[in-house]
């Protein structure tokens, strides 16, 4: 049974006053139709429909998109008022919603609880100045403490957002915002490398020479030092990375090539390899001189399976090349949690008794 699922509903922040470089909310609330209450019925309708049995253990209904507080507060209410009719009623469980840093205070948090809202997740993106600043964000890192500080003392489940690779940011400076992530303690997380969508500021940067993406392989690098972080904190990761429906949803088109399909697995499997060839090194230093082939089985959850072989077979082919005194096969284990392995030297007890 799928755990967890969330019906998604994208509310464009027409007449957004910011002008963060890698957005293009202006030009696509220039030429679509606002979303009303009634679509938000619809929308959620429809997706009831397709959901699988049985029902997910929770399902939530989520706005995402602009600024959801940064909307008039009764048209807040009026999108609120429909998920909170759902909830209600006990078809959906939690009511969630994503927003700007600099968009909270005690009266849009006061509304937000009387809708019964439960999750608020911030775009923070940097909590370096300067990248927040080349960025056009428009806010600080000082509204980031307080506003976080606000939703939890309000009792909301908190996520944060972060982006890798904005203009002006560095290995260095994503670890800082991955630390002080750690530092205010939300319960959610999203990573999202940046990408360039055109009719951006950020793709004429980039056109112009302003700006250079990531290179997949260092998007991974510093999205992986900063997954580590979080993770090794117990913060849930709910995202890494766009997934291409995203992208095609809102109606944007990529420029150059900043968009991994598989973002998420180039991550986790580059983790899983770093964890693998620890434990391996060990065993193997641990063991005498042997001769033959070692058959070895290297065991993971049934849900990290495909991290621990890899985006395209990338970590087996990593394996057999770097271990050619190993036999190694690949096998689940539904005893060990996500991302811990196991590994099996078949015979290794009688090496030990040949060399005592
Ligand atoms: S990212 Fe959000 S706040 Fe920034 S310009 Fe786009 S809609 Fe406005």
Redesign the pocket.
Known sequence: MKKHAIIPIFIP?KG?P???VF?N?KKITAHTKAVTPEDVRATVDQWLTTLSQPKPETLEIAFFG??FTGIPMEEQSAYLAVAKEYKDKGIIDKIHLST?PDYIDERILDNLKSFDVDVIELGVQSFDPEVLKLSGRGHNAACVYESSSLIKGYGFTLGIQLMIGLPGDSMEKCVYSARETVAISPAIARLYPTVVIEDTELCAMYERGEYEPLSTDEAVLRTKAMYEILDDAGINIIRVGLKSSDIIADGNSISGKTFHPAFRQLVEGEIARDRITSILDRKLAELPHHENPLMTDIYSSPGWYSNMIGNSGVNRDYFTGNYPGLLIKFKTDESLADNAYRIEIKGEKKIWKRNL
């Open positions: 922040h957004c910011n002008d963060c957005c909310q602009g600024s700007r």
